[in-house]
């Protein structure tokens, strides 16, 4: 099996803000319940349930999350793009025989909603993992560099013993990043083959 080149979904391959920006106003609608969509697509990362818990009382959160997810495909893949280079850094990837993974906190089956609707393909995608909890994924596919916009993406990749490359793409700058422990530091994915090439000799 070829090594892998990981990437996060949100903000690092796909800027989902405009149908997270949706999802939310129509969970709004559903529930009657307050969401400041232009709030919390600012701090996209961490998974649903913590942004949920910022607006439902507890022991309504885990219904919100049934009821987001059940609106989300209506609402939240027409209006995401890729994000400046990614498809670029895909296809890098695959020029140098690599494979492709993503691992994402998102549930797996609305990752691939995005990326088949984008027509990204990729080899594998795992779902519902944050931070540390990544790690697994990471190691049982062979990712050697994982690429994310999150500080949480360069604890998972520190956690694996991978190389991490940041994207500040999403809500964490630059040096947050690197001292999250980003070995590399892109504005976006625009640098990314050119990177891969560089990072990649031996593999």
């Known amino acids: 099996m070829a090594a892998a080149v990981g990437f996060d979904l949100d903000m690092t ?13 129509a969970l709004t609608t559903k529930t009657g319940v307050y969401v400041d969509a232009d709030l919390a697509v ?6 649903l349930r913590a942004e949920l818990a910022e607006w439902f009382p507890p022991e309504d959160v885990e219904e919100a999350v049934t009821t987001y ?9 027409t209006p995401s793009v890729p994000t400046p280079g990614a498809r670029a850094a895909l296809a890098a990837a695959r020029e140098l025989g690599l494979r492709v993974v993503v691992v994402t906190s998102k549930l797996a089956r609305l990752a691939r909603l995005h990326l088949e609707h984008l027509g ?6 795992a779902g519902d993992l944050f931070a540390e909890g990544k790690a697994a994924a990471l190691a049982e596919h062979d990712v050697r560099w994982y690429v994310g916009d999150h500080v949480a993406d360069m604890v998972a990749a520190r956690t694996a013993g991978v190389t991490g490359v940041g994207v500040a793409t999403g809500p964490c700058p630059a040096e947050e990043l690197t001292a999250a422990g980003a ?10 083959p050119a990177l891969l090439c560089e990072i990649a000799v031996g593999y």
Not at 69 to 77: E, H, K, N, T
Request: no cysteine; net charge negative.
């Open 13 to 25: 391959l796909v800027d989902s803000r405009p149908g997270i920006h949706a999802a939310y106003r």
């Open 42 to 47: 600012t701090r996209l990362g961490p998974p």
């Open 69 to 77: 997810r059940a609106l989300y495909p209506d609402y939240a893949i």
């Open 120 to 125: 990204m393909a990729v080899d594998e995608v």
């Open 183 to 192: 070995t590399y530091v892109l504005p976006d994915l625009t640098g990314f």
